[in-house]
């Protein structure tokens, strides 16, 4: 189980929450030079399904831990997963609510 660290500010009623973790910062700051899909166009890095499963999955922990909005929203949230980097999100949120219904 990988920890889950995030970078989070609340400015202006807006909350700005980052995930922080070497699988994305390596691709931002390492020898990929800011290239988080791929090495070049039309080509996925081999780990992005591990990255974005994480990123999700992250998520879901930043909406049930941090004080967004000066406090945890729990279930008082919309998600919206528009994209397929957080595909994942609802998925990873029906198998918590399956495993423990008291969340």
């Known amino acids: 189980q990988e920890p889950v660290h995030f970078f989070h500010a609340y400015k202006n009623k807006i909350d700005y929450v980052f995930p922080h973790h070497s699988l994305f910062s390596d691709r931002v700051f390492g020898p990929a030079g800011s290239k988080l899909y791929g090495p070049e166009w039309s080509k996925d890095y081999e780990d992005n399904q591990v990255r974005f499963a994480y990123f999700c999955k992250a998520a879901t922990m930043a909406i049930q831990e941090l004080p967004l909005g000066g406090f945890p929203y729990g279930d008082n949230v ?21 495993q423990d219904p008291s969340k």
């Open 78 to 98: 919309v998600i919206v997963g528009n994209e397929w980097h957080s595909a994942l999100v609802p998925v990873y949120i029906e198998a918590q609510r399956r």
